[in-house]
């Protein structure tokens, strides 16, 4: 099993945005239930979770249609952010995929 780290800046240019200050960011971790592989993003407390998963399936090159980013035992909505998931600093994102027998 051999571990792979990639972090990833994930931000959403939002031009309706009032606040004057930087929306804050946490690190997550997102990792695949086989073979153990491991990808870091840090992504806008507000960001709405679809920015994550996009780059993610971009990355791995996978269809987005077969992968299922689970947090807590439930399954990730795009338009769920941090904020709302109550997520930490370093949580961790599971990746299920068809290929999984999911």
Do not use: W
Request: proline share 4%; aromatic share 4%.
């Amino acid at each position: 099993m051999v571990s792979s780290s990639t972090t990833i800046s994930v931000s959403c240019a939002s031009k309706k945005s009032r606040s004057p200050k930087p929306q804050k960011k946490i690190t997550v971790k997102v990792k695949t239930q086989q073979g153990g592989e491991e990808d870091v993003y840090k992504i806008g407390y507000g960001t709405h979770l679809n920015k994550l998963m996009q780059a993610y399936c971009t990355k791995r090159k996978l269809d987005e249609g077969t992968v299922r980013f689970i947090f807590g035992k439930k399954q990730l909505k795009p338009r769920s952010t941090p904020a709302q998931l109550k997520m930490k600093e370093g949580d961790v994102i599971d990746i299920v995929t068809d290929q999984d027998g999911a």
